[in-house]
């Protein structure tokens, strides 16, 4: 599956951004998706993630009540809402795809899409 993310952007602190994750292929109900994220000299680092079916999702303690992951199988896109966005939250966001369901680890994933950057400005 080839995954291409979009919905980045210059955004105030406070403000919101959508990022979308289109799939390609008939298979996108089959995998568990997951965003990631990466500051500049930092690791990358899970962000949320959700089951095959969307009816599970999970979230990096530092995104609770404030990101919400989500699908929709007839469009092959996973999106991730981002709302109150703070200064720390500047990365580069990656999807993602696991055969096996979600993970929170960055080995867990099988495909990943090119990356669409964020910056949120104090």
């Known amino acids: 599956v080839q995954l291409q993310a979009c919905g980045g952007g210059l955004v105030q602190a406070g403000g919101s951004l959508r990022l979308s994750c289109v799939a390609s292929?008939?298979?996108?109900?089959?995998?568990?998706m997951g965003w990631f994220r990466q500051a500049p000299g930092k690791e990358r680092e899970f962000v949320a993630g959700?089951?095959?079916?969307?009816?599970?999702?999970y979230y990096a303690n530092f995104v609770k009540g404030r990101f919400a992951i989500s699908r929709d199988s007839a469009k092959n896109t996973v999106y991730l809402q981002m709302n109150s966005l703070k200064p720390e939250d500047t990365a580069v966001y990656y999807c993602?795809?696991?055969?096996?369901?979600?993970?929170?680890?960055?080995?867990?994933?099988?495909?990943w899409g090119q990356g669409t950057k964020v910056t949120v400005s104090s």
């Open positions: 993602a795809a696991n055969i096996a369901g979600w993970s929170t680890t960055v080995n867990g994933y099988d495909y």
């Open positions: 292929g008939r298979t996108f109900s089959r995998y568990g």
């Open positions: 959700i089951s095959r079916g969307g009816g599970t999702t």
